[in-house]
């Protein structure tokens, strides 16, 4: 019985293109990727965009084998750090077309948690577009949960299909998944996916469509022009939709960057040399703590040596850069975000010395909110 459903499955994606013409999110199979402007690099699904803004990294040997093609989705669902549960993160799109009142609505996916237990995703479907200071996942009520009770089939190599209808309230225009109230499971050290602590669980082939055959709207194709052209990954006052209506007081977000060149650390050191400590004084002395939305600290390196030693020493001299701010800004902590990106993102040519030499650095982004009328 499972081969036959299987087969079936397999069937439906790759033979199913009038189903898939009714497909409300974009780019459902992930394979369409980003070059992000930030890191001249692909980074990303193109149309899918995370809070806070970031990019995601998992260990190889963790990256379960897409159902179809090359990429997945990564939502964040844990951490092995304490303080996750207060910094909840998560993925969203633009739908293709809004939802109509009243209309049924089929979804489904396939589903991979890494050997880990299926506990349960949220979905959130709002007329809003979500940004890091108008989304509080604690104020919201998801618009439906799925659990394990949602899988009609296990597919193979740990990917299980969801299966889910629900009843649109009318002109929801963006999805947002991720877990809006903390698993039950606690991870451990080991259960880390990535240098940052973090636990995802993968989406791939995901679809959503009408049950009846409505007409598709239409601003089917604008909108997926709106989302591929949003080219930026942290930089968190960058929308997709541009037409928000204007409130009495708008958040808006201003990102710099500093950049601490690795000249100033010792040789495969990550202890901080007195010229650091003097930048990172001038960047605190400049701060405007009651403005700050976030800092996010990433070590880079460049492709030299292996990549596990690279990962080890980036997110090790971003930690130490870290825990001074930490020491020196108690009340900014909760806006701290930590990551070791390794050799993933150059901004300039490995093949070169001088290549190699911008592209070992830690990078901190302050990003701050301003309210206007």
């Known amino acids: 019985m499972h081969l036959i459903r299987n087969v079936f499955y397999c069937c439906l ?13 974009p780019n459902p199979g992930f394979e369409d990727l980003n070059n992000c402007v930030e890191y001249h690099a692909d980074c990303a699904p193109e149309a899918w965009f995370n809070i806070p803004a970031t990019n995601h990294l998992v260990k190889g040997r963790l990256a379960p084998r897409p159902v179809l093609g090359h ?21 969203y799109t633009l739908l293709t077309c809004p939802l109509v009142n009243g209309e049924k609505y089929s979804l489904s996916f396939y589903i991979n948690t890494a050997k880990k237990p299926f506990e349960k995703l949220d979905f959130y479907f709002t007329d809003k577009e979500p940004t890091l200071g108008s989304f509080n996942a604690f104020n919201k009520t998801p618009t439906f949960t799925i659990t394990s009770q949602h899988i009609d089939d296990d597919y193979k190599l740990g990917w299980k299909h969801i299966q889910y209808e629900f009843t649109a309230a009318g002109n929801e225009r963006f999805c947002v998944i991720g877990n809006f109230t903390p698993l039950q499971e606690v991870y451990e050290m080991k259960d880390a996916m990535n240098s940052s602590g973090d636990v995802f669980y993968f989406i791939d082939e995901i679809l959503l469509k009408p049950v009846s055959n409505i007409a598709v709207c239409a601003v089917y194709n604008d909108n997926i022009q709106k989302m591929y052209s949003q080219n930026y990954r942290h930089t968190d006052d960058v929308t997709v939709v541009k037409d928000t209506p204007v409130i009495a007081k708008k958040p808006h977000f201003i990102s710099d960057t500093v950049t601490i060149p690795s000249v100033l650390f ?25 403005k700050i939305a976030k800092i996010e600290i990433n070590g880079h390196t460049d492709n030299t040596g292996t990549v596990t030693t690279n990962e080890a020493l980036s997110l090790s001299r971003a930690q130490n850069v870290k825990k001074y701010l930490d020491e020196k800004l108690p009340q900014v902590s909760a806006q701290l975000f930590v990551a070791g990106k390794g050799q993933n993102f150059p901004v300039a040519d490995n093949r070169t010395e001088p290549g190699r030499r911008k592209n070992r650095r830690v990078e901190i982004i302050l990003t701050t909110v301003y309210f206007q009328d």
């Open 266 to 290: 010792d040789v495969n050191s990550a202890m901080l040399k007195p010229a650091i400590i003097k930048i990172l004084d001038s960047v605190i002395s400049k701060m405007v703590i009651d």
């Open 71 to 91: 990429m997945v989705l990564l939502v964040p669902v844990g951490s092995v750090l304490q303080n996750f549960n207060n910094k909840r993160r998560f993925v």
């Open 13 to 25: 994606l790759l033979f199913s293109a009038d189903v898939y013409a009714q497909n409300l999110f």
